[in-house]
């Protein structure tokens, strides 16, 4: 597939360098890296993975790449003594490697580093392309559908736990709960929203102090094993408040709007259409700074956010795909409601990966 | 100090695009962010942080940047319709800000995505430069220092409370253990090396299956409420073996030496050609794929590993500075052992932020 890129955009190479925090990096490799490596795809379909010499041993028996070639092979320690600058000593290697293999034209993705891109541009034709493993991660197999589904087996049981056993008063001990159960069960959540009162009227407020009459529980952790996401989020009642229950109700409604209509050919831009319609029709504002104010949804894997987007921007949904279904309300002089649920979208259908009830009062 | 280099390069703006997982995002703006955000900085002082609509609130609340700007304020959502696609509607804005601040060069950081670069130079002279912040992130204040010295006091009585307890088979168990402890405390330890037998060669392998005779620990977590981190490493030895242990004493002998050149004025390098010196007086080969074959350390920081390297590259070590010293040695047939501690660069000496004893025996 990248071979075909390269024809097509009549180049030799195709270049990324990232660690493996970068989502496209760790598809491409399967290798587990905190310091930041370079990938090299050749128009006949070679891979190589360029890194320190220390790495090598353990890169040939991790990674799926099979060449693996240290940069002390290629004389950096020689280099690094001469020009005193360890990033320029990789460029001058870099740049050898791709003139040894004759290039005239090197894609690269959107994210790679200007300092390459720029040394690149001196020696070759560059072109800058979406990163073709963000495409092929698009729509997920079913080992990766597997993967997700675990996760979000994980989340369900934390939550039903956290519900069963509440007897919190303040957000930091709601996501300390919920984060230390999921890390001794090996899944990572690091920004657990659990957000109260007037605040929760910003979608990504982590949530802080005492706990008031609602809470918006938002939990999307990764797998320590795998680097798999999944994405949930439940409003829970402390105590009566008929302006957040109306708001969720609504909310809660134009979800199962939306999930009628994920199927394999639908545009995401009409669901999230839908969406902004149903809430309409209760009477709030799907306008820029109060209300509905954000998209109804992302794709999930190997970043918690990814693509497809459920928005207004247009993008068919394909059977497969892994995406987040979110309506949300929030209005500042009240707080913020929100209902999200992981689902994989087949044929006909979709598939909720994280089934739990809407409406959980706890009082 | 961005309004000085601006005003060397006779350039009118600098600009980040990066999510808070960049050290240098978080440090400019202390906002979390899981989505990339822009920061834009101008030769008259002002900075700009451009985030969706939906964050605006929150950036104004928790950014050390005053001035918020939402994309939607700027027609994200017009362009987005005319356009369909998310990044090309973003940087018709970005442009258009520049060029309402009358800019004509732009610096940008080695690490700016190059989708970024190469539309801005369609618009302005761009020139890249090394990310000023992390200049500025070398050398830490005492409250930074502060920071790094409670995570090191977390990892060295999590290490404790290990060794006082230990009973366990095998490698998972001793990761397992150590991160868990801590993450209930507060710290974050996401890929902790507990390695044994011969693949402990490999410096960065994480360790598994059954507990041979030796482990290299190697913990460093961040702080999950600020971020910083630490960083520490102890060869244990669970049953006599004679080569490994006579490794570890000529590591734990080459850090102390290093130990006594660390203080303001010297050049790393020259501590690392020490401990290549002492190793190889102790009959150890210093060459590129056995015995010694990675630096002596690395600056710690926001990031794990950061500037400055203690290695073959010239750096004078600066009072502040706060740096790990890590003599191993690997050989692929015996397996590798290391030593590791974090320390703070003081004008006369240094000083060790993770005490603990260096020879561990558990037999």
Redesign the interface.
Known sequence: MIADMLKENDAEYFIMHATS?DANFLYATRF????PLTYISGIDGTEILLV???????AERESRVKEIV?L?DMGF?EK??KL????IAFLEILVSVLKEGRCRRVL???????????ELMKHFDVR?VRNPFSKLRIVKNSGEIEKIREVSNAITSTFKWLIENFRFKKCEEVRRAI??KL??AGY?A??TICSTGKLS??????GKGQIEDHLIIDIFPKS?DHGYYSDFTRTVFLSKNDDLEEMYSAVVAAQEEALKMMRDGVDAKDVHERVKEVLSSHGYRTE??EGF??STGHGVGLE??EEP?I????VILRQGMVVTVEPGL?Y?DVGGVRVEDTVVVRKNDCEILTPFEKFIRLY
């Not at 587990?32 to 310091?35: E, I, N």
């Open positions: 925090r587990k890296t905190y310091d320190p010499e220390m790495e090598k041993r353990r240290s002390e320690k690094l003594k005193n600058d360890a990033k690269i993705p959107e994210e790679l580093p200007s300092f390459i891109s720029f800058v984060d230390t890390f001794s990572l690091e920004n009227a910003d979608p990504h407020e982590l320590m820029k700074s104010i954000h918690v956010h987007r928005s207004e921007q247009s929030y500042k």
